[in-house]
T-cell receptor, first 113, second 110 residues
Framework: EAQVTQNPRYLITVTGKKLTVTCSQN?????MSWYRQDPGLGLRQIYY???????DKGDVPEGYKVSRKEKRNFPLILESPSPNQTSLYFC????????????FGSGTQLSVL | RKEVEQDPGPFNVPEGATVAFNCTYS??????FFWYRQDCRKEPKLLMS???SGNEDGRFTAQLNRASQYISLLIRDSKLSDSATYLC???????????FGTGTRLQVFP
């Protein structure tokens, strides 16, 4: 089954403790992206990647890191999480980077205490 | 001014009603337009693309008005299962950037 898999689904952590949210897609998509969703602000792009070893900042990249060493994986790293990073995170992928073909993971609810 | 604006709602309508949402965008260079549906705290899913000539998919009709810089979504014969948040998404020409609206919430009641 074609899908984008995100893990974990829920995560509670404390300020400053490094964490990684994994994202994997099995559709051989070139484009992958991370979003965060907050009430009243909608989905905001954190980072995206057009291909292996190519990553670019989105609208809200501060406090996040990503890597794209393999086509299928695009982990999101929070080196030193802070409470303002408490949010619902979505990974998405598409063949050509267009919203028309965006496939989303099921989301990760992160709480930073 | 936000790049993409939507009325957050909620729009509360009875089953069988027709309801319409608008989404305005500020960048006239916007090229591609889409409607996504999102159920409560779940992943967004593509509902339909919006073409210059308008397009229809069953009970759903999407239209684009470039002169006034807005897109619309019309839902006819609303079903309980249509209850969700509808996200407007815009892509600006020459960029990889996708801009999401904050969504319009629809609640269909029996």
């Amino acid at each position: 089954e074609a899908q984008v898999t995100q893990n974990p689904r829920y995560l509670i952590t404390v300020t400053g403790k490094k964490l990684t949210v994994t994202c994997s897609q099995n559709m051989n998509h070139e484009y992958m992206s991370w979003y965060r969703q907050d009430p009243g602000l909608g989905l905001r792009q954190i980072y995206y990647s057009m291909n292996v070893e190519v990553t670019d900042k989105g609208d809200v990249p501060e406090g996040y890191k990503v890597s794209r060493k393999e086509k299928r994986n695009f982990p999101l790293i929070l080196e030193s999480p802070s409470p303002n990073q408490t949010s619902l995170y979505f990974c998405a992928s598409s063949l050509l980077g267009r919203a028309e073909k965006l496939f989303f993971g099921s989301g990760t609810q992160l709480s930073v205490l | 001014r936000k790049e993409v604006e939507q009325d957050p709602g909620p729009f509360n309508v009875p089953e069988g009603a027709t309801v319409a949402f608008n989404c305005t965008y500020s960048n006239s260079a916007s090229q591609s337009f889409f409607w996504y549906r999102q159920d409560c705290r779940k992943e967004p899913k593509l509902l339909m693309s919006v073409y210059s000539s308008g397009n229809e998919d069953g009970r759903f009709t999407a239209q684009l008005n470039r002169a006034s810089q807005y897109i619309s979504l019309l839902i006819r014969d609303s079903k309980l299962s249509d209850s969700a948040t509808y996200l407007c998404v815009v892509n600006v020409v020459g960029t990889d950037k996708l801009i999401f609206g904050t969504g319009t919430r629809l609640q269909v009641f029996p």
